[in-house]
């Protein structure tokens, strides 16, 4: 099998310039000469990156298998949350791709038949397992990937994105604009840690964030067990407060949208009196008035990574691999969006 050395010794560049271009890296600068020779000199050497020889690979195993889907949400919560129903269309997808028989199962309380499980070739769980759910999962699959989730340690295949790494990025570009006045409404991740109410990622992070800065004020972190109203009550909570936050951070779209209620209600004006950010970016954030500033996860792309890391399961691969995908922030006109002035220092801004 032909390697990126011995491209680039044909070619007379460097590996990691075959690698650039090979993965069509935007930000490589380089000529269009070179890049068309070692594109051609590639072809003609028959060289296939890793991604293309492990779905060809799965292109292979995919056909005629039969793959459970694990769900923690039922139908109807599902689709009050689109973001869900992104991760779920992504396996969906690709099992078609593959020509995979899929089978979707319900786990929201008592276990669903554990024959089902046995009797597929391998299951995509989507969401969060603890506890009995999780060994449940663990005792019936011949083979399991998390989407969306990864348990602790590292013996089980994941994709998830960095939703943390995602925060701290997004309370460092507020900060950085004059923001002090940052509040968070979440939820309680009641499974992973019941003793610890701001156990969730997003939420843990932001108020060591918030510490760090010494700007944490436990008035301005809301968090309540998961309603269909918990963006409007949390945010309207938090907005009576005497000295209310001048930027609300939402631990998911779906609250945001109560919070734009909430906000509105009060005679409010985003982002004038109040701006706000969030997680997800499902298809009406950019709808709303004022389209809403989100953190873009990919969620059908975290979908199609799962079938490929059970596919990559079946053809053999021991080791196991936890995926992250990366994130984007999409300003939109619910947060001022930022600009650069270069390093900004802590003072040089006037606090909000």
Not at 95 to 105: D, H, N, R, T, W
Request: glycine share 8%; proline share 6%; hydrophobic share 40%.
């Amino acid at each position: 099998m032909v390697t990126i050395k011995e491209i680039a010794a044909a070619v007379g560049v460097s590996s990691a310039t075959v690698s650039r271009v090979l993965n069509y890296d935007p930000t490589l600068s380089i000529s269009t000469r070179k890049r068309q020779a070692i594109i051609e000199t590639a072809e003609a050497l028959n060289y296939a990156t890793p991604r293309n020889r492990s779905r060809a690979a799965a292109q292979g195993i995919g056909l005629g298998l039969k793959i459970a889907l694990v769900h923690f949400l039922e139908p109807a919560q599902e689709l009050a949350d689109p973001y869900y129903v992104g991760v779920r269309l992504g396996i969906e997808s690709r099992c078609q791709a593959l020509k995979s028989e899929i089978v979707k199962i319900v786990h929201t309380g008592s276990p669903p038949e554990a024959a089902i499980l046995e009797g597929a070739s391998g299951v995509v769980a989507v969401g969060h397992y603890y506890g009995d759910a999780l060994e449940w999962l663990h005792r019936h699959s011949r083979h399991l990937v998390f989407a969306d989730y990864a348990p602790a340690g590292d013996a089980d295949d994941s994709v998830l994105s960095d939703v943390a790494t995602a925060m701290t990025r997004l309370l460092g570009a507020v900060h950085a604009m004059g923001y002090r006045r940052i509040g968070f409404i979440g939820w309680i991740d009641a499974f992973h840690e019941p003793e610890n109410i701001h156990s969730e990622r997003r939420c843990r992070t932001y108020i060591e964030w918030m510490t760090k800065a010494g700007l944490f004020d436990p008035d301005l972190c809301l968090v309540e067990r998961m309603t269909p109203d918990s963006g409007y009550a949390l945010a309207r909570t938090m907005l009576s407060n005497p000295s209310p936050p001048k930027v609300l951070i939402t631990c998911n779209d779906n609250m945001a949208l109560g919070a734009y209620r909430a906000i509105h209600e009060m005679g409010l004006r985003i982002p004038e009196d109040v701006a706000v950010a969030s997680f997800n970016d499902i298809p009406v954030a950019q709808f709303l008035g004022p389209p809403l500033t989100t953190v873009k996860i990919p969620a059908e792309l975290i979908g199609e990574t799962a079938v490929d890391l059970l596919l990559e399961r079946l053809s053999g691969r021991e080791v196991a691999k936890k995926v992250v995908l990366g994130t984007e922030i999409v300003w939109r006109g619910s947060t001022p969006a930022p600009v650069d002035h270069g390093p900004t220092r802590l003072g040089e801004l006037s606090p909000v």
